[in-house]
Structure formats: structure tokens, C-alpha cells
């Protein structure tokens, strides 16, 4: 038993930040959690490629690739730790049977985020509207919306309208 090869790089990318961010969860399905994290990296990587561009480069990444998106700054932390890099380029040796499970509904939730419709604004409309998240309740940015929604262990905030440009 192996967890399941990622279809291609993006789907790579977004199974490693969820599998290094999101709570390890055992089940049939991806958690709220996983979804949430993995939009927060869709949606940014959307608004810097279709929504608002240059301005938000310097926050968000270049945008060029989604990698490029994970692993700027400090903004996905778990993307400079060891289960990103060892779910990115040592899939193979994760073995025990729970990270397997684990490991696998990462892979789903990437599958099915990469695949939905582009919301109409990244970070605004959605059902996972977001473009930050930590575990603190303290807002990350004066653009954030002013409440922020709990799945799991993570706080997570949208834009908040109007605020969207850099």
C-alpha cells in the first residue's frame, strides 16, 4: 500500500501543502480543513494570475507555477519543513498504513480543488473563499476580512470586499 502518485506537479504541490498544513485526519473524505488549505493556495495563485497581478507579487509569489505561490516567504510555513519536502520528493518512503490514508485524501482534495470552476474573484467568491490562514485568531492583514472561519486548527480569512488589490 503507497499513497497515490500525484497526476502532475500542481496536484503534487497542493497535496504536499495540504499534507504538511492540514490535521491529520483518518476517514473516506478530505476535511473541511484540507479543502480550505488547498484553496487558500488555488485562490492566491488565481488572483496573482488572473485578478490583480504585479501588485500582489510581492506578498503572494512571482505566480508563475503554484510552487512558486507555496513556497514564498513566510506565507505557507510547511513548505520550507520536512513533510512538504519529503511528501514532494520522497513520496515513497511515507509508509506508516495512517499517513498513507492521510497522504491520500491529500491527494483527493488537490484532485478535486485543481478541478473545480475558478471562483469569480480568488480570495471573495467561492466556497472556500480564502487567501490566509493560521492558527492564531489575530488578523493577518488589514485587507482580511474581519472574522475569520475555523476549520480544523486554522483560522482562515477572505478579502474583504473591496480590498482586494495590492
Not at 495540504?18 to 488565481?46: K, Q
Not at 513533510?83 to 488537490?110: D, M, S
Not at 485543481?114 to 473563499?129: D, M, Q, R, W
Request: aromatic fraction near 10%; proline fraction near 7%.
Amino acid at each position: 500500500m503507497a499513497i497515490e502518485e500525484p497526476a502532475d506537479e500542481n496536484e503534487s504541490v497542493m497535496a504536499a501543502i495540504i499534507y504538511a498544513e492540514a490535521g491529520v485526519a483518518t476517514g473516506e473524505a478530505p476535511t473541511t480543513e484540507m479543502y480550505a488549505v488547498g484553496w487558500t493556495l488555488r485562490n492566491r495563485y488565481l488572483h496573482v494570475q488572473t485578478t490583480y497581478g504585479r501588485p500582489d507579487r510581492r506578498w503572494f509569489g512571482t505566480g508563475a507555477t503554484l510552487e512558486s505561490i507555496a513556497t514564498h516567504g513566510d506565507e505557507f510555513v510547511s513548505a520550507d519543513g520536512p513533510r512538504y519536502r519529503k511528501f514532494r520528493t520522497a513520496l515513497a518512503t511515507i509508509t506508516h498504513p495512517g499517513e498513507i490514508t492521510f497522504g491520500n485524501l491529500c491527494v483527493r482534495a488537490a484532485r478535486e480543488i485543481l478541478a473545480a470552476p475558478e471562483p469569480t474573484t480568488p480570495g471573495v467568491t467561492g466556497t472556500y473563499p480564502f487567501v490566509w490562514f493560521q492558527k492564531g485568531a489575530s488578523r493577518p492583514s488589514g485587507r482580511a476580512s474581519r472574522d475569520s472561519t475555523m476549520h480544523g486548527v486554522h483560522h482562515f480569512w477572505s478579502f474583504a470586499p473591496g480590498r482586494e488589490r495590492g
